[in-house]
Each structure stands twice: as structure tokens, then as C-alpha cells.
Nanobody
Framework: QVQLVESGGGLVQPGGSLRLSCAASGIVFRVYSMGWYRQAPGRRREFVAAITNSRTDYGDSVKGRFTISRDNVKKVVDLQMDNLKPEDTAVYYC????????????WGQGTQVTVSS
């Protein structure tokens, strides 16, 4: 019943901004982290950002440009993306992990982000 639904992807020009949102449902376990990964054609899946109760972490390529936030009650995680670059083009996937991972480790279906002039 666990389901993660991403939204907010689309086409944006370099230097522009986009905000992604992931809504989780069916979560009955204790959440440890919520985060985002991305995958571009021909490349491996890349860590983008994650948030726990105590800290946030970002991939080196997005530090200073992306901001992750979450609502622990609503089980929603957002990713504010600023100063987007063409190399940010990828499918972005939402991820939720429980304290008992890898038993509880779930992924969304992804949302396309394209940065192009």
C-alpha cells in the first residue's frame, strides 16, 4: 500500500527554478529519511538530497542550489531547485526509508526535469 507520487517536474531554462514535491501514503513504519535521487540517460542513479530529523545532506553537484524540506505529519518531501543547469536534466525519484531499512525502502516512479534553452 506504500505509494510515493512525485510532481512538479517539467521544462525550465538554465538559471531557472523548479520545485518538486513527493507525497507519501500508506506509511505505517517509522520514517528515518526522505530524499531525492536522479538518473540521466546513460548514467547511474545519483544521490541528490535527503533529510532526517537531525540533518540534511546534499550531493556535491547540487549544494548551494537545491534545498530539501519535509513535513513529518503529512509525509511530504519537497525539493526546491534554483539556478538550474543543463546537467540537472534527469528523472528525479523520491525515496523514503524506515528506521528498519532495508526492510522499508520505497521509491516513486519519477518525474522528468529538463533544463534547456
Amino acid at each position: 500500500q506504500v505509494q510515493l507520487v512525485e510532481s512538479g517536474g517539467g521544462l525550465v531554462q538554465p538559471g531557472g527554478s523548479l520545485r518538486l514535491s513527493c507525497a507519501a501514503s500508506g506509511i505505517v513504519f517509522r520514517v528515518y529519511s526522505m530524499g531525492w535521487y536522479r538518473q540521466a540517460p546513460g548514467r547511474r542513479r545519483e544521490f541528490v538530497a535527503a533529510i532526517t530529523n537531525s540533518r540534511t545532506d546534499y550531493g556535491d553537484s547540487v549544494k548551494g542550489r537545491f534545498t530539501i524540506s519535509r513535513d513529518n505529519v503529512k509525509k511530504v518531501v519537497d525539493l526546491q531547485m534554483d539556478n538550474l543547469k543543463p546537467e540537472d536534466t534527469a528523472v528525479y525519484y523520491c525515496n523514503v526509508r524506515g528506521t528498519n531499512w532495508p526492510e522499508d525502502d520505497y521509491w516513486g516512479q519519477g518525474t522528468q526535469v529538463t533544463v534547456s534553452s
